[in-house]
């Protein structure tokens, strides 16, 4: 009560304590406060007295307090019976002090250091009951970061209509209905809606593989689920219709991309030291996220990485794992892996466009439909064209000799698909051309239209 509320002054100012926590404080406040309006009533009985309207009292920190006269009515105050002592000569002016002025100035500086002086003991005082009570401080503090932590966390469970989860020892983790609370909130603002997954994983298939589309969701739902369990481990209620939660020892994630530049570490190598801390430290009691291991480098080599870390993940690690990628073959590891399950985000195509679902599905993707989320992203037609044309080579080469790259060397830049719209006739185009529309009847109009559109059918066949 004795602090003031507003920005704290310099200690040596004063300031700090509050006004009416000390009445003798207060007077001596007033007084020095006022000490402009003491100063100018002063002046103003000066002036009277000697008949000088331009006599000033002013202040600096060589004379303090003086009283100044323009240098023609200087001799007026230096007669000796005037109450006036002169103390300085200027060019233009005369500097005089007076017993009423010394008194006015004393009162006011003893009244501002004696308030000074009464606020440090206040201060003081009040530092020595801190001390003393600083253990029932620091107990009201902690229970009151508590009160608030449980206060956030419930009023968002009930803005986001979450659930109690139920906590088990055994390592499982059962959610129904699981939502990322942050994109939840995103979408809301937009007017769409999240859609719900759900994740089971226990023994018998504790490491989930997933793959699916770029954007389709595959990181969103990875992250959600350890946002839950880490809810669920903090005591709060969590984003989901019902969740079954097995303690963790640790949560480990290693999702994102980015580069260390700093320590000259490349987006590579902070993916590898971070998939080498989980492999190192977590076991069968951790849960862990892997998001496209092994992307940062070549395809065989990425490949060979991630299929790798899965095995250990699997065999040596034995922990709860939801590991999402684009690689396809390491679907095969099903065949070997008894704990693992795969997943997928679903997608559709529908006219020649990407459609993404968000849900989970079981069983292997078919595809990652790469071209389709470029296209879906705005680039350029002629560029997604090429890209079939290149994919359609590696694809072929891959078939007739397994390698990768084969069947790219006959495949000069934009080449084959210039030359085959060069080539390739359009009967629809010469169709249209030899329309005569202005000798069309209505109904000779329609059977032209009908033409075109069995001409177009054709074509795209």
């Known amino acids: 009560r004795a602090l ?10 004063g300031g700090f304590i509050a006004a009416d926590y000390d009445h003798a404080l207060d007077s001596l406040r007033e007084t020095s406060g006022n000490a402009r ?12 007295e000697t008949g000088t309207p331009s006599l000033k009292i002013k202040h600096n ?9 323009p240098a023609k009515h200087g001799d007026k105050l230096m007669a000796a019976d005037s109450g006036f002592t002169h103390r300085q000569t200027m060019a233009g002016a005369v500097r005089f002090n007076s017993i009423g002025l010394h008194e006015e100035a004393t009162r006011i500086a003893e009244a501002g250091a004696h308030a000074v002086a009464a606020e ?29 932590v449980a206060a956030a966390l419930a009023e968002r469970a009930v803005e986001g209509d979450w659930s109690r989860p139920e906590m088990r020892d055994e390592p499982c983790l059962e959610i129904v209905g699981g939502r990322h609370p942050v994109v939840e909130a995103a979408l809301a603002r937009s007017g769409e809606r999240f859609v719900a997954n759900d994740c089971t994983l226990a023994q018998a298939n504790r490491l989930w593989l ?16 350890a946002l839950i369990l880490m809810l669920a481990q903090a005591g709060s209620y969590v984003p989901a219709n019902s969740a079954r939660v097995g303690l963790a020892d640790r949560l480990f994630s290693r999702v994102g991309a980015s580069d260390n530049l700093a320590r000259g570490r490349s987006t590579f190598m902070v993916e590898m030291v971070e998939t080498a801390a989980i492999l190192s430290q977590a076991t069968e009691r951790s849960f862990v996220i892997l998001d496209e291991v092994g992307r940062g480098t070549s395809t065989y080599d990425g490949m060979a990485l991630a299929w790798a870390v899965v095995e250990a993940v699997h065999e040596q690690l034995q922990s709860r794992c939801l590991f999402a990628t684009h ?3 390491l679907s095969r590891l099903a065949e070997t892996c008894d704990a693992l399950s795969l997943h997928h985000v679903r997608a559709r195509e529908w006219k020649g466009d990407l459609v993404l679902l968000h849900e989970l599905a079981t069983g292997a993707a078919d595809r990652s439909y790469g071209l389709s989320v470029a296209k879906l992203a705005g680039v350029p037609a002629p560029v997604i064209k090429r890209a079939k044309a290149v994919l359609d080579k590696l694809e072929k080469g891959r078939e007739q000799t397994g390698g990768l790259g084969a069947g790219l060397g006959d495949l000069p830049l934009f080449a084959v698909t210039a030359q085959a ?11 249209i051309e030899q329309i005569d529309v202005d ?20 074509t795209d066949a």
């Open 4 to 13: 003031v509320p507003s920005p704290p002054t310099e200690r040596s100012q």
């Open 37 to 48: 309006k003491a100063i100018a009533a002063l002046e103003a009985r000066y002036r009277d």
């Open 61 to 69: 920190k060589v004379l303090g307090y003086f009283i100044e006269v």
């Open 120 to 148: 440090e003991a206040h201060f003081e005082t009040l530092v020595g009951e801190v001390i003393e009570a600083r253990k029932a401080i620091a107990a009201t503090a902690a229970a009151l970061a508590r009160i608030d």
């Open 210 to 225: 997933i793959g699916g589309p770029n954007m389709g969701g595959k990181s969103t739902f990875l992250r959600q689920n």
């Open 327 to 329: 690689y396809h073959e």
């Open 421 to 431: 719209e060069e080539a390739r006739p359009d009967p629809l185009r010469e169709a």
């Open 439 to 458: 000798a069309l009847s209505p109904r000779e109009a329609l059977d032209t239209l009908y033409a075109l559109q069995t001409t177009a059918r054709e």
